[in-house]
């Protein structure tokens, strides 16, 4: 598994392309897939693992934690920690499409799962992240939670 991991690439702006889970680090990704990308969740904004916000961020009342344990529950199962710290997680493949670069070596996508639907939104209409204006998410989730940047 990890050396494909050690693929990760951005996906050009547009392309749909398949995620299978292998591992998250927070409720608002990165989530890394099997076939190289690694996913930022577009739209939304969920709490650091150290439970701050960054300046400028929504900033939602839920725990980096549990968001992130949440965020693997929509994907499927926890199956360990790897030595970074990312929880190992066993899921379905995940049908996204990208929006290019999220800053690094991360893609900025909207993901959908058969289980789930809209990644982002589930994770905001079930309280652990917040929809991010500046980055598309009022119109994402129009019933879901919204916020207003942080200051």
């Not at 980096?64 to 030595?83: F, I, K, N, S, W």
């Not at 990312?86 to 909207?110: E, Q, Y």
Request: glycine content about 12%; some cysteine.
């Amino acid at each position: 598994m990890i050396p494909l991991l050690l693929l990760a690439s951005v996906v050009a702006p547009g392309a749909t392309f398949t995620c299978t889970p292998v591992a998250v680090w927070d409720g608002d990704g990165p989530i890394w897939c099997a076939e190289g990308p690694r996913i930022r969740l577009e739209g939304i904004a969920a709490r650091e693992m150290d439970e701050t916000c960054r300046p400028g961020h929504p900033c939602p009342k839920a725990s980096g934690r549990a968001a992130r344990d949440h965020l693997v529950t929509l994907l499927g199962e926890a199956r360990g920690t790897l030595r970074t710290g990312h929880i190992v997680v066993r899921g379905s493949p995940l049908t996204c499409v990208s929006n290019g670069s999220a800053k690094g070596d991360r893609t900025g996508a909207l993901c959908r799962s058969q289980q789930v639907g809209d990644l982002s939104c589930a994770m905001v209409r079930d309280g652990y992240a917040l929809a991010w204006a500046r980055y598309g998410g009022n119109r994402l989730c129009r019933s879901a939670r919204t916020s207003s940047t942080r200051r």
